[in-house]
């Protein structure tokens, strides 16, 4: 009984290490096939966008500011009724969900893009 649990046990930590180390990288689509790798970037460009927006925030009068908000709010429900889609199409399942991720990455990087700029630039930077 030792001399098999010792391979057993030797085999789960080889596999749980080597899970845990998954390496991020995009196919030639520019988008992830892992769906812990699509989840961080979708994390990390929301961050970005909510950054920006933050940012932007803080430079606007009153009137501007309601400008900004109608507007987030019709860019979120841009990207409800995308995601909708994108679940009819590829049903609700693990492809599904990949591709909900990597197209909600997608469209919260360009919207951060978008609202940088709108952010004035202190002189010497780009």
């Known amino acids: 009984m030792k001399q098999l649990l010792v391979p057993i046990v030797t085999m789960a930590l080889f596999v ?7 390496t991020c990288n995009r196919n030639d689509f520019e988008v992830f096939e892992d769906i812990a790798c699509a989840v961080d970037a979708r994390n990390q460009a929301n961050a970005e966008m909510n950054t920006a927006y933050a940012a932007l925030t803080n430079r606007l009068g009153p009137q501007q500011k309601r400008a900004l908000k109608r507007s987030q709010d019709q860019w979120l429900l ?6 909708r889609f994108i679940y009819v199409m590829e049903g609700d399942g693990s492809q599904g969900r990949l591709e909900v991720a990597n197209e909600e990455e997608q469209q919260a990087r360009l919207r951060a893009k978008a609202l940088r700029n709108w952010v004035p630039q202190e002189q010497g930077q780009y």
């Open 78 to 83: 841009f990207l409800q009724a995308e995601v």
């Open 16 to 22: 749980g290490i080597a899970s845990a180390q998954t």
